[in-house]
């Protein structure tokens, strides 16, 4: 089929790419020329494994189209992607839809025959109608059909995601159009994927809806970790034994420093206020997104509490920065908290990330990046492990604390507090 993709961003890249890949000849557009310039000299700008290959493959093979004419490519597709970002709007909190509804009306200018237009960005309930009134002011109902069809795709897993997902969720009333897409993600539904079609805010709803619950298990996780820490229990026990019940299922009950990234922090606060617009307050959310922002606060201050109160002038390794590992984004990590913090307190940082150093503490005095775990970690009086990225699960503390005396805050329980005690390092962890 032949498809467009609005917008090149983790979203709309990734699935052009994939689109592509499954043998659909895909344009991908983006109003920034420098980003489509890099593109078409193969120069992919974002970090996810994988996606630099399958770019380029697809690219040579002429499936995989980059572009900043719009027009060019509605006219050239059946099927019409909206993948550009919903950020959180500064005054309100709710998801800013100013550029769905540009790219909405550019597209209204090029239909030229029938054509699908699907929103895949996470739009609040109701857009789909909103932009059907933005084409409508231009077009025939007859020259077009607007879905929802919401991306579940987790950035370092995103390729992942996309080719193994647990279900495709299609929005419309229009059966004709819905077994459209459905044939469109044929080869994903061969391999397993369930095929859900529902109407277009039902569509919105479950990715909002989706998101908020995931936001709440890790949250309800953590906050049990608080209790576990201080009734001596195990939390790694209690989640495998809590999601060893079906209804519960083990993923997503880690606990960890507060849950970050952009979607999760974005749309749990973009559907209260949703919520809030249809005066139903969504009060657990609503708890949820306070609980998540006071973790970054109490588990910053618990470093105070590690270094027995003395912050200033201690020499401190935080390995690992962004909000998750496999990813160089750090939007909403809990990091950007925790370091100036730190620094405010007179520590000295040295910080290790693989996907490499952060404009976000350039300009911190005493914060240095280092090229490598060990040279973070030479000298100093604690190392914290921040993010879980592969690297950080088999460090060898035990050459490393050879005639060192450190203390270890495991933010992502990476190791046994056992092991711990018996190389005689004082090892701090969470919910344990
Ligand atoms: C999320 C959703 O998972 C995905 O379906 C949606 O499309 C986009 O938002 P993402 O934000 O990329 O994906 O990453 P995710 O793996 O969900 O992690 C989000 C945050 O939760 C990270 O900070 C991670 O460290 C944290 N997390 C995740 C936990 O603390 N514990 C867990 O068990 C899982």
Redesign the pocket.
């Known amino acids: 089929m032949k498809i467009a993709m609005i917008g090149t961003g983790y979203v709309g890249l990734v699935s052009g790419a994939c689109f592509a890949d499954l043998g659909n000849t895909v344009w991908c557009v983006d109003k920034d020329k420098e980003k489509i310039d890099m593109l078409n000299n193969n120069i992919v700008p974002i970090y996810e494994p994988g996606l630099n290959e399958l770019v380029k493959k697809n690219f040579l093979f002429n499936r995989l189209k980059f572009t900043s004419d719009l027009n060019i490519a509605v006219k050239n597709s059946d099927i019409i992607f909206i993948c550009v970002g919903t950020p959180l709007s500064k005054k309100n909190k709710s998801a800013d839809l100013q550029y769905v509804f540009k790219a909405a009306t550019e597209i209204s200018k090029s239909i030229n025959k029938f054509k699908i237009i699907v929103t895949k960005s996470t739009v609040p309930v109701g857009t789909g109608d909103k932009i059907e009134k933005i084409i409508l002011g231009r077009k025939k109902k007859k020259l077009f059909e607007v879905l929802s069809n919401p991306?579940?795709?987790?950035?370092?897993?995103a390729i992942r995601?996309f080719r193994f997902p647990d279900r495709v969720v299609i929005g419309s009333n229009n059966k004709k159009v819905t077994k459209k897409l459905e044939t469109l993600y044929e080869p994903l539904i061969k391999k397993g994927a369930i095929f859900f079609s529902t109407n277009r805010k039902g569509a919105e709803m479950i990715k909002y809806a989706?998101?908020a619950f995931?936001a709440t298990k890790?949250s309800y996780?953590?906050e049990i970790g608080n209790l576990c820490e201080k009734t001596g229990v195990n939390v790694e026990d209690v989640s495998i034994g809590m999601g060893l019940d079906k209804r519960i299922g083990g993923?997503?009950?880690?606990?960890?420093p507060a849950?970050?990234?952009?979607?999760?922090p974005k749309d749990t606060k973009a559907i209260t206020v949703t919520g809030d617009l249809y005066r139903t307050n969504l009060s657990i959310i609503k708890s949820v997104i306070k609980s998540n922002e006071k973790r970054k606060r109490i588990l910053t201050e618990r470093i105070k509490v590690i270094l027995s109160n003395k912050v200033k002038g201690k020499k401190i390794a935080i390995l690992g920065v962004t909000?998750?590992p496999n990813t160089d984004d750090m939007r909403q990590s809990s990091s950007l908290l925790m370091i100036p913090y730190l620094q405010k307190k007179g520590a000295n940082i040295k910080y290790y990330d693989p996907s490499g150093e952060k404009n976000n503490f350039s300009k911190l005095k005493n914060v240095t990046f280092c090229k490598n775990i060990n040279e973070a970690c030479k000298n100093v009086d604690l190392i914290v492990i921040h993010t879980e990225w592969d690297e950080f699960k088999s460090i060898d503390f035990k050459r490393l604390s050879r005639g060192k005396k450190f203390k270890i805050y495991d933010m992502r329980n990476l190791y046994s507090s056992e092991k711990m005690k018996k190389l005689g390092i004082s090892y701090y962890s969470i919910g344990r």
């Open positions: 991306e579940f795709l987790r950035e370092g897993e995601d989706s998101n995931l890790i996780i953590n993923r997503f009950l880690r606990v960890g849950y970050g990234g952009s979607c999760f909000f998750k």
